[in-house]
């Protein structure tokens, strides 16, 4: 059972930024499609981005499109969130997940490993 780490979690205040890691112990996260996901309270988990295997190529979700910015360093074995300019309705935990290699995509149900989550609470 592949297993992911999140951490980077935090309180910040809007518009600050915070950055998220995604990293495991067991295999090399860049044979993987990493999916970013979130979950707020009363609300459905919903995909933030994802990027693939081979070119690297990330997507994104309109609500965080320009703000947030995925990215691997292979070196560390980990892949990142970086989250800028931070609102109020970004208050979630916040979920990697990986999926088969090459798959482009939001569903959930096509993430097979997932990490425990961490928060991130925006405030002032």
């Known amino acids: 059972q592949l297993q992911l780490v999140e951490s980077g979690g935090g309180l910040v205040q809007p518009g600050g930024s915070l950055r998220l890691s995604c990293t495991s112990s067991e295999v090399a996260m860049d044979s993987y499609t990493i999916g970013w996901f979130r979950q707020a309270p009363g609300k459905e988990r919903e995909g933030v981005g994802y990027i693939r295997t081979g070119d690297g190529a990330a997507n994104y979700a309109a609500s965080v499109k320009g703000r947030f910015t995925i990215s691997r360093d292979n070196a560390k074995n980990t892949v990142y969130l970086q989250m800028n300019n931070l609102k109020f309705e970004d208050n979630a935990v916040y979920y990697c997940?990986?999926?088969?290699?090459?798959?482009?995509?939001?569903?959930?149900?096509?993430?097979?490993?997932w990490g425990q989550g961490t928060q991130v609470t925006v405030s002032s």
């Open positions: 997940a990986a999926a088969r290699p090459y798959y482009r995509g939001f569903e959930a149900h096509q993430y097979d490993y």
